[in-house]
Nanobody, 125 residues
């Protein structure tokens, strides 16, 4: 069983930056592909970005590409998401997720096995 706990959400001004953390339990965290998703009210969860087990590769949705960073610290079993130049349309609940099958980055939520509880991010204009 893997538990994921996000932190760092809240109210942010447009143009500012978002810094989220996701702390994971589990002895094999270092083998997981870790993803970040977000969900707008009334919408399905959408892919934001992900990072492979060794930080060798990251991939981002077009909506955040060029203004986002994902990193991980396997020793601390934590993954991080930064989004800069925030816009009001970035307002959503942000989730981290773990794909416990080592391999490539997947974009679909169904490919991820464990989820955090989500953290609300509100970008004020």
């Amino acid at each position: 069983q893997v538990q994921l706990v996000e932190s760092g959400g809240g109210l942010v001004q447009a143009g500012g930056s978002l810094n989220l953390s996701c702390a994971a339990s589990g002895r094999t965290f270092s083998t997981y592909v870790m993803g970040w998703f977000r969900q707008f009210p009334g919408k399905e969860r959408e892919f934001v970005g992900a990072i492979t087990w060794n930080s060798g590769s990251t991939y981002f949705a077009n909506s955040v590409k060029g203004r986002s960073t994902i990193s991980r610290d396997n020793a601390k079993t934590t993954v991080y998401l930064q989004i800069h130049s925030l816009k009001p349309e970035d307002t959503a609940v942000y989730y981290c997720a773990a794909n416990t099958r080592p391999g490539i980055i997947h974009l679909r939520p169904v490919e991820y096995d464990y989820w955090g509880q989500g953290t609300q991010v509100t970008v004020a204009s």
